[in-house]
């Protein structure tokens, strides 16, 4: 059983939407939701939101770690496929930066594309293997903290964005798409897809053909830059906002 666990072979491939991968997207859900729900809780004592900052850094930390431990271990490490450049990849790290330095612009940058990305990715997991399998575990529990760090600085670190924040991560995206497309030219590789579409289904299949599905991923990145920026903060403000127009209004 600890042998297949970490075996580099599929013995159980992934299929998407099966009971394990919805029990993971659970997980994640309800661990950003107790996040929302307890976060005056967890602002109003430093050293608990102190102690869960610590937390999803190292638990990154280990996350990333642990999978170049693993590639090593098994012998499939490849300048090619296994280098931290995928957006999700570099997000991780951005966001152990984000954590350490709690940096506006990586805070931006980790809402926008690491949410943006990361939440691609659990719906429609790059993935070989299912469960039980390290590298399903690692993948989503990953991809969850990516997602759990960007919400942390939002909820209980107060970290507001604005229309600039969302024009300055796209911007930054694609100077990072062009640096990796770079590497990729030298490396003969594909990281973030940006010489062909991935081997398993995505939302790229949607999105034409190479290099047509690169140009409408610049449009999906600006409209899920902009759903996240108003489902975050434009309508919430527009509901308070009426909510104190009709209380002032009953006094």
């Known amino acids: 059983m600890f042998a297949s666990f970490f075996s580099s072979s599929v013995s159980e491939p992934f299929s998407a939407f099966s009971p394990a991968h919805l029990i993971s997207l659970a997980l994640f859900l ?15 004592r430093p050293r608990l939101a102190g102690g869960l900052r610590f937390f999803l850094l190292i638990a990154l ?26 957006l999700c990849s570099l997000m991780l790290l951005a966001a152990i930066l984000l954590l350490i330095t709690r940096s506006r612009f990586l805070a931006g940058l980790v809402f926008f594309a690491g949410i943006g990305g990361a939440l691609q990715a659990l719906l429609t997991p790059n993935l070989a293997y299912g469960y039980p399998h390290f590298r399903f575990v690692q993948f989503f529990a990953a991809h969850a903290l990516i997602i759990l760090s960007a919400l942390y600085m939002v909820w209980i670190e107060g970290f507001r964005p604005t229309w600039r924040t969302v024009l300055t991560a796209m911007l930054s995206l694609n100077v990072i798409a062009l640096a990796v497309y770079m590497l990729d030219r030298l490396l003969d590789a594909n990281y973030m897809f940006l010489r062909g579409k991935p081997d398993t289904p995505s939302v790229l299949d949607r999105l034409g053909d ?15 830059f902009s759903a996240l920026y108003a489902v975050f903060f434009l309508i919430p403000d527009a509901l308070r906002r009426k909510a104190n127009a009709l209380g002032s209004r009953k006094f």
């Not at 098994?74 to 300048?79: E, K, L, Y």
């Not at 190479?210 to 999906?220: D, V």
């Open 30 to 44: 309800a661990a950003a939701a107790a996040l929302f729900l307890f976060r005056h809780s967890i602002r109003a």
């Open 61 to 86: 930390i280990a996350s990333e770690a642990s999978l170049h431990i693993w590639y090593i271990a098994q012998g499939v490490w490849d300048a090619r496929y296994t280098l931290p450049l995928e």
């Open 210 to 224: 190479y290099p047509l599905y690169i140009l409408a991923e610049e449009l999906l990145a600006l409209f899920t």
